[in-house]
Nanobody
């Protein structure tokens, strides 16, 4: 019974900060790559950041220097710290888990971030 539950979204002013959390259950967390994706209105879903099973991280160019992904394997949780938020960051943010060497992954239901003055 795999379940990914995101939380932490909300309404933030431009320049503000917010931290998203994703708690996973039903998987061996340490054996999964964890990622954050987002989908803005009228746009395709895009990768925001990934924290691999091996502990490396990667970011989309649009968020480099502003967002930080981290994971706490003991808590089965992945975080996305978002700073210097821009209106363009407005989107539904989704958590994704993919087991190492597996093609299939799992998705959370998403959490909405709205950046507006």
């Amino acid at each position: 019974q795999v379940q990914l539950v995101e939380s932490g979204g909300g309404l933030v002013q431009p320049g503000g900060s917010l931290r998203l959390s994703c708690v996973a259950s039903g998987i061996i967390f340490k054996n999964n790559h964890m990622g954050w994706y987002r989908q803005a209105p009228g746009k395709e879903r895009e990768l925001v950041a990934v924290a691999t099973s091996g502990g490396t991280t990667n970011y989309a160019d649009s968020v480099k220097g502003r967002f930080t992904i981290s994971r706490d394997n003991a808590k089965n949780t992945v975080y996305l710290q978002m700073n210097s938020l821009k209106v363009e960051d407005t989107a539904i943010y989704y958590c994704n888990a993919k087991r190492v060497l597996y093609v299939m992954g799992y998705w959370g239901k998403g959490t909405l971030l709205t950046v507006s003055s």
